[in-house]
């Protein structure tokens, strides 16, 4: 007699528990509302449609209270994202090196003073980072990569010529264990190495995951969402008509040991 009763109930409970589940992914996140912010830019909103930021934050995993540094941040789009999604208790770091401030305007300046007070913005040297030892959760290189390997000696560019297992060996050792770099760059021809990175601004992105495996880390989590197959890879990656419209590869690495 009682057999009704327990099943219309555990039918019940079931369902309620169907929709908290429904009602819980259709909620924004604290990426999605990083994202949505009060007032970020137009320019910017009109990027997100590009770079697609909450996916990437969300992969990476950053969280409330993080050490973050977005590295070679030019003028800290991701360095303001970050900032709400580690909120009052973490700090990002904005850093740049001196070239990337004058080519980006140091327009890092009116996003930052006065609106983001857990964001710090510093010109560095990449192979001598001026941050402590183990002291990040984590890296953001996101489309920058590349341009350590780049070859630009024109006096009026002021781009230097860089060590870049020294920056990576920066990177491993300004991150704490368990720490990890989110990785994003423009795709080159599979087999290609660094060789498009002066002409194409790209590289190919089995080398950039083994130059860093070379150095502690390892591929926890990759994804598909900047990926465009429509993308010959044989052009310039920030000229017309690539703009916007790169295959870019992401990789999430975690330094061990």
């Known amino acids: ?30 990426y999605d509302a990083a994202v949505a912010h009060a007032g970020r830019s137009a320019d910017d909103l009109k990027r997100d449609a590009i770079d697609h930021p909450a996916e990437l934050l969300r992969l990476a995993g950053l969280k409330p209270g993080m050490q973050v540094a977005d590295f070679m941040a030019a003028d800290g789009y991701f360095s303001e994202l970050a900032s709400y999604v580690v909120g009052p208790q973490g700090h990002v770091l904005l850093l740049n090196n001196a070239t990337w401030d004058y080519w980006s305007g140091n327009h890092w ?17 990449a192979e001598h980072l001026d941050v402590p030892d183990h002291s990040l959760d984590a890296v953001l290189l996101i489309k920058a990569y590349h341009d350590f390997y780049a070859i630009d000696d024109d006096p009026k560019d002021k781009w230097p010529r860089f060590d870049v297992g020294r920056v990576v060996g920066e990177v491993a050792r300004v ?5 990890i770099v ?21 590289i190919d992105e089995a080398y950039a995951r083994q130059e860093f495996e070379k150095h502690g880390f390892t ?27 790169t295959d870019r590869f992401v990789l999430v690495l975690r330094r061990t040991g």
């Open 1 to 30: 007699m009682f057999a009704k009763p327990l099943q219309l109930r555990a039918v019940t409970l079931a369902a309620l528990l169907s929709l908290a589940c429904a009602a819980a992914s259709a909620s924004p996140d604290i």
């Open 175 to 179: 991150l704490k264990p368990g720490g």
């Open 109 to 125: 300046k009116e996003r930052v003073e006065g609106r983001l007070p857990n964001v710090e913005h510093r010109t560095i040297d």
């Open 182 to 202: 989110l990785l994003v760059d423009h795709s080159a021809k599979a087999g290609t190495g660094t060789s498009a990175a002066t002409p194409l601004h790209r």
């Open 219 to 245: 591929l926890v989590r990759s994804s598909d969402v900047l990926r465009r197959p429509d993308d010959p890879r044989d052009q310039i990656s920030y000229q017309a008509p690539m703009v916007g419209k």
